[in-house]
């Protein structure tokens, strides 16, 4: 019993690190705009079809082709930010609601139009095969996802924390007119946000879409994952966020199964409902609480 826990924790820990990415990104961009941007899931897609397509023509395992990924998604980001974001700047947030959505809905249906309904796997990050420990088996593959996943979230605390490029970006989520006010240039940092959370949304989709394949509608279900983590953890928590991404696949694999994913689905939309009633602004809870 104790090494199936431990099995099903490595699971859910390799599947909410994938996850945490995702989140993470929706959070920074979040913060740095109050505005949702709902095409996150999307680009979670994309990145999982940009590694198929690098592979196709450089046969390298996920490890060699992550940084590119990385690279070209966040080059779509930035993209992402001129089009569905800096036009409707003075409008209602629902503008950049939409056109999120919007552009998230082209991206499915380009992929579609590309690759085909079918799913797909992307090459696995270090090849196949398994490391055997006190009776526990730990695939290569999923311990490359922990791996990768933390030192991208330890990269980003440390670029966050420690650096002036980290302080301006923090700035200007704080408080975007004062920190014009003090010189920093808020629009080319807001552009280097979206990149930066399209990056590891890019970075996610690689990682994920070896074991649990990818298809051009997945990133709806990754949307409503990352929405419910943020939800979970605080609205604007990065901490929380990561946290929240966690208790997801913890629910999405250990609870699942023990019962079923349709209970274990049911399950966790009933602790969000129950962190909603008692602790609206989630575990983490958020400094400024009036986000759109």
């Known amino acids: ?118 799913p797909r796997a992307a090459p696995a990050l270090v090849g196949a095969g398994a490391i055997e420990l006190a009776g526990i088996h730990l695939p290569y593959q999923r311990l490359a996802i922990v791996a990768l996943a933390s030192l991208l979230i330890l990269l980003q605390h440390l670029l966050f924390a420690k650096t002036q490029l980290g302080r301006r970006l923090r700035a200007v989520a704080q408080d975007r007119e004062m920190a014009r006010a003090l010189g920093i240039a808020a629009a080319p940092l807001i552009a280097g946000t979206f990149a930066l959370g399209t990056g590891l949304a890019g970075a996610a989709g690689l990682l994920l879409a070896n074991e649990w394949f990818v298809t051009p509608t997945e990133g709806t279900n990754y949307i409503l994952k990352a929405y419910i983590a943020v939800t979970i953890g605080g609205w604007g928590s990065v901490p929380g966020a990561v946290v929240g991404a966690l208790l997801v696949a913890l629910f999405e694999v250990g609870v699942s199964s023990a019962l079923s994913y349709s209970v274990a689905t049911a399950l966790l939309y009933a602790a969000v409902l129950a962190i909603l009633f008692f602790r609206p602004q989630g575990i983490f809870g958020e400094a400024a609480q009036a986000r759109a």
Not at 37 to 63: H, K, R, T
């Open 1 to 118: 019993m104790t090494t199936l826990l431990l099995q099903l924790l490595l699971n859910a820990l390799a599947l909410g690190a994938a996850y945490a990415l995702i989140a993470l990104g929706f959070v920074l961009v979040l913060n740095a705009t109050s505005a949702v941007n709902f095409a996150q899931g999307d680009m979670v897609m994309a990145g999982g079809y940009v590694a198929i397509a690098l592979a196709a023509v450089l046969p390298l395992p996920g490890i060699a082709l992550l940084p590119v990924v990385a690279v070209l998604m966040a080059a779509l980001g930035a993209l992402l930010s001129l089009l569905a974001y800096f036009p409707l700047i003075g409008r209602p947030p629902v503008a950049v609601f939409i056109s999120t959505i919007a552009l998230g809905v082209m991206l499915e249906g380009s992929a579609n139009a590309i690759f085909g309904a079918e």
